[in-house]
């Protein structure tokens, strides 16, 4: 990997400021501006496996994955083959056809508690979709969420904590009104008493919990014993809806996702990202008597032009299709190898880490204590974060530019990809030392 050198970052940085001309922040998603780590973004020419190239011509490991989606690698020729067969085909029709059931079909194969889908175009339509359903199916208006749990750009899941216990959501972007976040209860995550609170103060007019099983949002924080089964029984016994925002965990860790590898039925399920295999395609779906409440069966409306599009279907399709136990057992060891690496790493050169990590998804959190929610996740140390995703950019290691973002290892991170990535942190870790 040729070795990045910030003053000659020319196209890249030249290619930002044409972009800006036009482009709000040069990006079209606020997290791909380097805004919290510095500097510019790096320009993307091209994809390949596990390596991303930019217009200047450097290649990274890349563990961004566009976010996620990309559990198999950039371009896999069978998913660019489907892609480009179906194309052939007609890129949309705005009408129902095959692949749309057989991609359908393979979700409700391998996650058991849907019985029913509705795809759509993005993680954020599934969500705010999801919670309207919950809304019509109870009659309901208040959902809970969590602090550090993100949902998409959807407006009552802007809501961040209110202050002390009042536990009332207040916008957590302009534009979002207070009578719409006045709907939204926040609990701190892993926080089972404050919930039980809640319901027990709201518990008639709750429609839904909406929860990452396994948070992604805030760097990898993982489910406290208890907590998921807490959220299942509090949604039994009060006839709120239990929805697991799987849209990261959704084939990421487990065919099954978070709610198989914990044994949780939740009563809906958002997907997205490895769903569409890297293009516009996400889905919602669960119990049949819920989803049965949709248009065109039921009074709950919601649409889309570019729903079930057959190039997206027929990459969700082939991602899917390449799936198996030995894949998931593969990225098991070579993720369980960086995080040892990373480990040890930032332990030789004398820097405070927590590694968190469920299966190929993994956040080095750059803190001495334990981060379990978000109030210890915001204390960070978000400017070695910082240093230190710069320290491996230069030496050729594409990590997300935040610290409440994740790390993903495809299927087409190889041995070397993972030693390679394991020497370049022990000396970014040094860099961060020194700084
Ligand atoms: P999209 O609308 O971005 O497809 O999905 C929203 C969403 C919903 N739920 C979860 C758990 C998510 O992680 C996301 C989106 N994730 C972010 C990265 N953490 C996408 C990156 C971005 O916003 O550019």
């Known amino acids: 990997m040729a070795k990045v050198d910030p003053d000659n970052i020319t196209r890249s940085s030249a290619a930002h400021d044409e972009a800006s001309a036009y482009l709000v922040g040069g990006v079209n998603s606020p997290v791909r501006a380097f805004g919290v780590v510095g500097g510019k973004p790096l320009f993307i020419a091209s994809g390949s496996g596990a390596t991303i190239t ?60 849907i019985e029913a889908v509705r795809l759509v175009n993005s993680g954020t339509e599934a969500c705010m979709s999801a919670v309207r359903l919950a809304r019509g199916f109870t009659g309901r208006s208040k959902i809970i969420k969590f602090a550090g749990c993100y949902h998409g750009h959807v407006d009552a899941l802007l809501v961040d904590a209110g202050s002390g216990a009042l536990t009332l959501g207040t916008p957590s972007s302009a534009g979002v009104t207070r009578s719409v976040a006045a709907n939204t209860l926040v609990a701190p995550y892993n926080d089972r008493e404050a919930v039980a609170q809640i319901f027990a103060t709201n518990g008639s007019d709750v429609a839904a919990v909406i929860v990452e099983p396994i948070a992604g949002n805030m760097g990898l924080v993982l489910p406290a014993d208890g907590f998921l089964s807490t959220l299942r029984d509090l949604c039994s016994r009060h006839g709120a809806v239990l929805i697991f925002d799987e849209v990261m965990t959704g084939f990421r860790v487990g065919l099954g996702g978070a709610q198989v590898l914990h044994g949780i039925r939740p009563d809906l399920t958002c997907l997205g990202k490895i769903v569409g295999g890297g293009l516009p395609l996400a889905a919602y779906g669960g119990r049949r008597e ?101 320290a491996m950019l230069e030496r050729g290691i594409y990590l997300a530019p935040s610290q409440f973002e994740c790390a993903f290892v495809s299927a087409a991170h190889g041995e070397d990809d993972i030693a390679r990535t394991v020497e370049v942190a022990r000396e970014s870790f040094a860099v961060v030392a020194r700084s």
């Not at 067969?85 to 409700?108: C, D, K, N, W, Y």
């Not at 991602?319 to 894949?327: F, G, I, K, W």
């Open 54 to 113: 930019d217009v200047d011509g450097r290649s990274y490991i890349d563990y961004v994955g566009s976010w996620g989606p990309l559990i198999l690698g950039h371009a896999h020729p069978r998913v660019v083959q489907a892609v480009v067969a179906a194309a052939h085909r007609g890129t949309s029709f705005g009408a129902p056809t095959e692949q749309e059931t057989t991609l359908s079909r393979m979700i409700v194969e391998r996650v058991p508690s």
């Open 290 to 390: 819920i989803m049965d409440h949709l248009a065109p069966t039921g009074s709950v409306y919601q649409a889309g032009t570019l729903s079930g599009n057959p190039i997206a279907t027929a990459a969700g399709i082939a991602t899917l299709s390449e799936l198996n136990d030995a894949v998931y057992r593969d990225l098991e060891e070579r993720s369980e190898q960086l995080a040892d690496g990373l480990k040890r790493g930032a332990e030789d050169a004398g820097v405070a880490v927590r590694i968190a990590r469920c299966g190929s998804m993994l956040c080095t959190f750059f803190s001495d204590k334990p981060v379990t929610d978000l109030t210890s996740a915001k204390a960070c140390d978000t400017s070695a974060f910082a240093t230190f995703f710069h």
